[in-house]
């Protein structure tokens, strides 16, 4: 049994208040959807997200992207946890405070040692991409936390 994957699952339609992670607390989003290396949430822009243009700051938007890949590689239920060693994010639209934009992960090679991701971020209603990261992960020896 994945407990992992049935703690998300019970997570789904619930804000992140019960997340190991301190960056998905603060990031607050709801799960939207999980599965085996895919996940989704939506999250609302708050003011601490924004840059001085008002618009949601490209460092979040590459956080909600590492953070949310980071917690897809935990869907499999494995013992070790896995470390960013690269991540590409391409930027395409923009989100102010208020707005709600919807994170989707899903894992594209899991391998002994390494696993390559991507995440997309689509404004609420999906009709506009926002951002694109792409992640390469490698497993370390350190255990994960319970969850």
């Not at 339609?13 to 607050?28: E, H, I």
């Not at 618009?55 to 869907?75: K, M, N, P, Q, V």
């Amino acid at each position: 049994m994945n407990k992992t994957l049935e703690f998300f699952k019970q997570q789904i339609g619930r804000d992140a208040a019960n997340s190991p992670s301190p960056l998905m607390r603060w990031l607050n989003p709801i799960m939207i959807s999980a599965e085996e290396g895919k996940l989704s949430f939506q999250f609302t822009i708050r003011k601490e997200m924004t840059n001085p243009m008002a618009i949601l700051h490209g460092g979040i938007t590459a956080a909600i992207i590492d953070d949310c890949i980071g917690a897809t590689t935990f869907s499999y239920g494995e013992e070790h946890f896995y470390s960013t060693i690269n991540l590409a994010v391409d930027y395409f639209g923009s989100a102010a405070e208020n707005d709600i934009i919807i994170a989707e992960t899903t894992v594209i090679k899991k391998g002994r040692q390494l696993i390559n991701a991507h995440c997309e971020v689509w404004n609420a209603d999906k009709s506009r991409m926002l951002a694109k990261g792409y992640s390469n992960l490698l497993k370390n020896e350190i255990r994960k936390p319970n969850v």
